[in-house]
T-cell receptor, first 117, second 117 residues
Framework: EAGVVQSPRYKIIEKKQPVAFWCNPI?????LYWYLQNLGQGPELLIR????????DSQLPKDRFSAERLKGVDSTLKIQPAELGDSAVYLC???????????????FGPGTRLTVL | AQKVTQAQTEISVVEKEDVTLDCVYETRDTTYYLFWYKQPPSGELVFLIRRNSFDEQNEISGRYSWNFQKSTSSFNFTITASQVVDSAVYFC??????????????FGGGTRLMVKP
């Protein structure tokens, strides 16, 4: 079974430029997550989708960040315009609804490492 | 609010030594789930184990073992006879339960394990 796919793996841009990241979740996984991971820290949730609906986007900086998940499968995360502080790894994860005994387990993609110059 | 603390930021051991990674968590939920992930230099977060709050049985998988103690809010991870390939950053994470939906993971800051030959 294919894992979570993300592209590009690396992206270098100048500040004020736009950038977009793409994620293809594991087949059949209804829930999709975008996390931000700063250097030396654990990931932090940006947004969570249940199918095509964004159900938790409280941590997404909406002035410059946007996301979409058309048709409830692939997702795109965009930053416009990018700032120096946006340099980080952007991780995508997916999961299926959990049950009471096991909860839901999130499986992560390799991430996109963004460098803003 | 949920919180996960990994007090050890970096651990260095020599191959074949046993090593324990500590994880302490805080939550007000009565039902919750604990996870360990491994992040090798390639960057992808690899799921290792999950444990629910009502099952305090310890678990062993090969050289890996996990000790869950609800009384001290800890979920520690031990690697027996460490190997160079175990070198990575290890994250402990916590989530609550939402029936038929995914949940945000709260991650600790990670512990960087370096196993020297």
């Amino acid at each position: 079974e294919a894992g979570v796919v993300q592209s590009p793996r690396y992206k270098i841009i100048e500040k004020k430029q736009p950038v977009a990241f793409w994620c293809n979740p594991i087949s059949g996984h209804n829930t999709l997550y975008w996390y931000l991971q700063n250097l030396g820290q654990g990931p932090e949730l940006l947004i969570r989708y249940e199918n095509e609906e964004a159900v938790d986007d409280s941590q997404l900086p909406k002035d410059r960040f946007s996301a979409e998940r058309l048709k409830g499968v692939d997702s795109t995360l965009k930053i416009q315009p990018a700032e120096l502080g946006d340099s980080a790894v952007y991780l995508c994860a997916s999961s299926t609804p959990g049950d009471y005994q096991f909860g839901d387990t999130q499986y992560f993609g390799p991430g996109t490492r963004l460098t803003v110059l | 609010a949920q919180k996960v603390t990994q007090a050890q930021t970096e651990i260095s051991v020599v191959e074949k030594e046993d090593v324990t990674l500590d994880c302490v968590y805080e939550t007000r939920d009565t039902t919750y789930y604990l996870f360990w992930y491994k992040q090798p230099p390639s960057g992808e977060l690899v799921f290792l184990i999950r444990r629910n709050s009502f099952d305090e049985q310890n678990e062993i998988s090969g050289r890996y073992s996990w000790n869950f103690q609800k009384s001290t809010s800890s979920f520690n991870f031990t690697i027996t006879a460490s190997q160079v390939v175990d070198s990575a950053v290890y994250f402990c994470a916590l989530s609550d339960f939402d029936n038929n939906a995914g949940n945000m993971l709260t991650f600790g800051g990670g512990t960087r394990l370096m196993v020297k030959p």
